[in-house]
């Protein structure tokens, strides 16, 4: 008799725990894959005309132009073909000189600022920012946005406007952590996807969410300064974005890779290591401003090397160096 009882015990706890174990299947829902909003971004930004290699773009689709092609398209006999230029330095700068017809937004708002408006030019004091902001603009539907390069200090370069003449250097060649000519690069290694984590889940919510994040973070969570980097290099994942005969003429900060192209339909961003700070560095940082707002905005903690080579190794450049005698175009300013 007792084991009667204990059998039918036993047939009764395991029917209750299937039961419980059912219902809990029924109303929890499906695991979410580590990596899915990625995949489903990326999807959406390689369908769409919007990789890396189409935000940056080339020739007459290139992310950038000089000031004094906007200022020869202003001022030329269409009107239909002017930039809007939006200028994202701060309001009292603006206010005591800028750009005639220009306006004056900050960084977080500049899609609003960009609202209703074609051919948009963004102004910053070197062009840093103002390529950051235009990687934003690019993926929020302003395609053709384009940065002007130097910034004010390339419109003008007077009167207080150059702000990159203090900033270059040859703190690289100075440096003991810096791989002379030819080189050293590191070994290329592919790290996987990163690990997105968004709110939305469909791609142009992903992308408006990380687009809205990146300008509220602003472009100094994304800066780092050459002295940062070339005092521990082994503290970040480094990315020269160069090409391979450059780097055999100038030589690389040590432990640094090379991946260009980088794009997301070539699989080259598995080559970004996303567990680490991932710093790129370019000539004149106005290029790895844009790739790190773009690589920010897919899920890495990327950051733009300021200055870029103009702060390395700015005696030996032959060429994307910066001189207020060939950078400062000295273009009309409204003052006030």
């Not at 000189?97 to 004056?104: D, F, L, M, Q, T």
């Amino acid at each position: 008799m007792k084991n009667l009882l204990k059998i039918l015990f036993a047939v009764v706890l395991f029917g209750a725990l299937f039961t419980t174990s059912c219902k809990k299947d029924d109303v929890e829902p499906d695991p979410v894959e580590e990596n899915e909003n990625f995949a489903t971004l990326k999807t959406y930004l390689t369908g769409n005309s919007m990789d890396l290699s189409d935000v940056l773009g080339s020739g007459a689709t290139s992310f950038i132009t000089t000031a004094s092609n906007v200022y020869t398209i202003n001022t030329d006999a269409d009107p239909n073909n002017d930039f809007y230029i939006i200028d994202i330095r701060e309001s009292v700068h603006f206010t005591t000189s800028h750009i005639e017809n220009s306006v004056n937004s900050t960084l977080a708002d500049i899609l609003t600022t960009a609202d209703g408006h074609d051919n948009i030019a963004v102004l910053c004091y070197t062009g840093q920012t103002a390529c950051y902001a235009v990687t934003a603009l690019r993926l929020s539907g302003f395609p053709t946005a384009k940065a002007i390069k130097w910034g004010m200090s390339g419109w003008s370069g007077t009167n207080g406007t150059d702000k990159w003449t203090d900033n270059v250097g040859d703190a690289g060649t100075n440096s003991s952590n810096w791989a002379a000519a030819p080189g050293d690069l590191g070994t290329i290694t592919n790290y996987g996807d990163p690990v997105l984590n968004t709110s939305a889940t469909d791609g142009p919510s992903i992308l408006k969410e990380q687009v809205t994040k990146l300008l509220d973070d602003g472009f100094g969570a994304a800066a780092v300064t050459n002295a940062s980097v070339l005092d521990k290099p082994s503290d970040y994942y480094i990315n020269n974005f160069w090409m391979a005969e450059d780097v055999e003429e100038y030589g690389n900060i040590k432990t640094a890779v090379r991946v260009k192209p980088l794009t997301l339909a070539g699989d080259e961003y598995k080559n970004y290591n996303p567990a680490a700070k991932a710093v790129t560095y370019c000539w004149t940082g106005q290029t790895s401003a844009l790739v790190t707002a773009y690589m920010r905005i897919v899920g890495y903690n990327a950051f733009t090397l300021k200055f870029g080579a103009n702060g390395l190794v700015h005696t030996v450049l032959n060429s994307h160096k910066w001189t207020a005698a060939s950078g400062a175009s000295d273009l009309p300013l409204i003052s006030k």
